[in-house]
């Protein structure tokens, strides 16, 4: 601001010096009142108070650009974008963008069906889940290649969903660095969330980008139920963990039913994830904690062992979603502890902490 108001200052002792009446006290005004407060030699004369002018506006110039050029650079580099808000991140989007990426090159290392031979293909053909509808297989091998497909540090598209991620759940307006921290406010392990998704790839991220974009009541009870100080769980972790019982039951042939039904493949599969994560909810509100979650994924797999086992699964769900005020009412009871003598507590009087249990996160680690 002192900058700013140095031309007037200096059109100031210009007037100053065309009176005669204080031109013998010009030198001795300027020392005191405005060479000490702004660190600048007084012109003695209009030309130079002219170029000192010239000089402060050149300056002014100068540092407009470097700010310009710093905020250029901060838009090109997500480690630096920390002041910046990037526009959120659509489920559409995402999966248009992964559909744009050659895939192809993930093809000879997946498996999309089990193989059985003898008396086991006889059994699985008289009794077994009925076969996939040939149109349906390029959708199917893509989504096995998503999760053989890795996070991409050299591509933006990546972050940005990444990101999409993070802001929806805390809320926040700017956008977040690459590393740090703060992913493990999320549910993440560690301070890069790409190490979390070798199991299941970008397939993960674009299961939780559904959950949290289209399915957002769901969301943010569970996350709201993962910040509890006494039930809190590794967020994303557990989403990756559920999104590999749905690829699994894929491969198995379970959601073939589904799938020829309706003649596609990730709706199918995201339908899945979506009654998972309710079904885990549910189960964890009764009062599971951490110790609990090696028995409460081995409850949800055993949902997903068979077709009618799915179609019921997803049956539920759609049933659940479809109630007038939905199954998340406002003051719906989580126990939190049986033995407090407060008894139990609504959605709303949840605790939020953001510690984690390092120790006992392993437990639902990706296997």
Not at 152 to 161: A, G, I, T, Y
Not at 167 to 187: A, E, N, P, V
Not at 209 to 238: D, G, I
Request: hydrophobic letters at 35%; aromatic letters at 8%.
């Amino acid at each position: 601001n002192a900058n700013k108001n140095i031309p007037d200052k200096v059109s100031g002792i210009n007037n100053i010096s065309r009176d005669s009446s204080v031109t013998n006290d010009l030198n001795s005004l300027c020392s005191k009142s405005l060479i000490n407060d702004m660190n600048i030699t007084a012109p003695v004369n209009q030309v130079e108070a002219v170029e000192t002018s010239q000089n402060i506006a050149t300056e002014w110039d100068g540092l407009e650009r470097q700010i310009f050029t710093n905020e250029h650079a901060a838009q090109s580099s997500p480690e630096s974008a920390m002041l910046l808000s990037t526009p959120l991140f659509s489920y559409q989007d995402a999966l248009h963008h992964f559909k744009s990426i050659d895939l192809s090159i993930y093809e000879s290392d997946i498996t999309t069906s089990i193989h059985v031979t003898g008396i086991a293909k006889f059994l699985s053909q008289l009794c077994g889940p009925p076969r996939l509808k040939s149109q349906l297989k390029s959708e199917k091998t893509f989504v096995f290649c998503l999760a053989r497909c890795q996070f991409d540090n050299d591509d933006p598209k990546d972050f940005q969903l990444l990101m999409t991620i993070y802001k929806s759940l805390t809320g926040t307006q700017l956008d977040c660095s690459r590393f740090g921290s703060h992913w493990q406010d999320i549910g993440f392990q560690g301070n890069d969330p790409a190490t979390d998704l070798r199991g299941t790839g970008m397939l993960s991220l674009l299961t939780i980008l559904y959950l949290v974009r289209e399915q957002k009541s769901l969301a943010q009870k569970l996350y709201q139920l993962s910040q509890n100080e006494t039930q809190n769980f590794p967020f994303c972790v557990l989403l990756i963990n559920l999104t590999k019982i749905a690829l699994v039951a894929l491969r198995n042939g379970y959601l073939n039913k589904e799938c020829n039904k309706r003649l596609a493949i990730l709706p199918i599969m995201c339908d899945v994830f979506s009654a998972l994560t309710y079904e885990h909810y549910k189960l964890w509100k009764t009062g599971k904690t951490i110790r609990d979650s090696g028995f409460v994924l081995k409850r949800l797999e055993e949902k997903t062992k068979s077709s009618s086992q799915c179609s019921e699964l997803i049956s539920n769900y759609k049933k659940y979603c479809n109630e007038k005020d939905g199954v998340f009412e406002k003051g719906d009871i989580v126990f939190l502890n049986v033995c407090k003598k407060d008894g139990p507590k609504t959605l709303e009087n949840y605790g939020s902490t953001t510690k984690k249990k390092s120790s006992l996160v392993d437990k639902y680690a990706t296997r």
